[in-house]
């Protein structure tokens, strides 16, 4: 077995902590910072808690989410796989 080598001063040097790192912290704010590091925007920590706390999806959850989508743009797809939606107020 060969050793690896890894440059000094690297915070994340074989890439781990960024594969793993929503496994090791499944937090909201741990897929907050993952979400806005991919997609390179920003992302609303409370509809993310929404989602996390398995609460009935809303409008303003999902258009906090993505403006660009609807909660009746996503509802059959949601039904699909057993997601809860909260009834139109």
């Not at 906090?64 to 949601?78: G, I, K, R, S, V």
């Amino acid at each position: 077995m060969r050793d690896i080598e890894y440059s000094d001063g690297e915070d994340d040097p074989d890439g781990a902590a960024h594969l793993f790192g929503l496994r090791v912290d499944p937090s909201p704010e741990a897929f907050r910072r993952f979400a806005e590091d991919y997609y390179e925007i920003s992302v609303d920590l409370d509809a993310v808690r929404h989602v996390y706390a398995l609460r009935p999806l809303t409008s303003a959850v999902v258009t906090a989410l993505n403006p660009d989508f609807t909660l009746e743009d996503l509802a059959e797809d949601l039904r699909r796989q057993g997601i809860r939606l909260r009834p139109a107020e």
